[in-house]
């Protein structure tokens, strides 16, 4: 069965410092791989994702993943975070050439807070 | 804001009720998908519709159940409910069907309450 791995709970970083949060996923095929984020209070939006192509991905507000199908990963990375992305933020996998749903797995997710 | 709309935000239910949970599709999505999200964990796939049947189905039992309406409209009902069926229940749409190529578009969630 598909799983991912958030192994970073919980972050917490003072402004402008970099951000790389990790995520692996195990599932030998091919993969549909995402970052949403989860602001207090709101809803879970897309923050990036990666379908195909060039491994390295640009998403909202200055967030960029790296897919590394040899690692099976997906880091997410910022060089300088703001106060404002604060937030939980959730690694998910959507596993191609399975029957059924075009469901994604969830990692457990990784709180960020940063520090003004 | 993605167009993806939830009803009720908030629920409270005693052990053994019955409860449904709506949820509008954004427009031009056809496929919608349902998780549950335990306090402090990630979401887990429920089930998802798409032409008006089940599409697919995680581990949860039979007594979690849905529908799909002509205008991509879904409800999620649950039997019996269990203390541990306290969670927020996240409705997701896309356009995909029954493919994997597509991104899936969060509401806002229904905070359901068990005692």
């Known amino acids: 069965a598909q799983s991912v791995s958030q192994h970073n709970h919980h972050v917490i970083l003072s402004e402008a410092a970099s951000l790389e949060l990790g995520c692996n996923y195990s599932y030998g095929g091919t993969v549909n791989l995402f970052w949403y984020v989860q602001y207090p209070g709101q809803h879970l939006q897309l923050l990036l994702k990666y379908f195909s192509g060039d491994p390295l991905v640009k998403g909202i507000k200055g967030f960029e993943a790296e897919f590394i199908k040899s690692k099976f990963s997906f880091n997410l990375r910022k060089p300088s975070v703001q106060w404002s992305d604060t937030a939980e933020y959730f690694c998910a996998v959507n596993a191609l050439g399975q029957t059924g749903a075009n469901n994604l797995f969830f990692g457990t997710g990784t709180r960020l807070t940063v520090i003004p | 804001e993605t167009g993806v709309t939830q009803s009720p935000t908030h629920l409270i239910k005693t052990r053994g009720q019955q409860v449904t949970l709506r949820c509008s599709s954004q427009s031009g999505h056809n496929t919608v998908s349902w998780y549950q999200q335990a306090l402090g964990q990630g979401p887990q796939f429920i089930f998802q519709?798409?032409?008006?049947?089940?599409?697919g189905r995680g581990n949860f039992p039979p007594r979690f159940s849905g529908l799909q309406f002509p205008n991509y409209s879904s409800e999620l009902n649950v039997n019996a409910l269990e203390l541990n069926d306290s969670a927020l229940y996240l409705c997701?749409?896309?356009?995909?069907?029954?493919?994997?190529?597509?991104?899936?578009?969060f509401g806002p969630g229904t905070r359901l309450t068990v005692l």
């Open positions: 519709y798409y032409r008006e049947e089940e599409n």
């Open positions: 997701a749409s896309s356009s995909a069907g029954v493919r994997n190529t597509d991104t899936q578009y």
